[in-house]
């Protein structure tokens, strides 16, 4: 469970897994949705296709 090349897998399985993840590029490989948590407050949530392609969310939460 702990190698990320698992993961994907898990998803076929129907399990729902929360993590915490900073890598903006592995996050969209595994994800369906993502949230944005800025200083406690949720700033953004959707699908990982809708952050992708919001321009303002990755300029100012993602830097990407």
């Not at 915490?20 to 949530?45: P, W």
């Amino acid at each position: 469970l702990c190698d990320p090349k698992f993961w994907p897998e898990l998803k076929t399985l129907g399990l729902t897994i929360l993590f915490a993840e900073q890598n903006m590029h592995f996050a969209k490989d595994v994800s369906d949705r993502a949230y944005v948590i800025e200083k406690g407050h949720l700033r953004y949530q959707g699908t990982m296709a809708e952050l992708v392609a919001n321009e303002e969310v990755k300029a100012k939460y993602l830097m990407i």
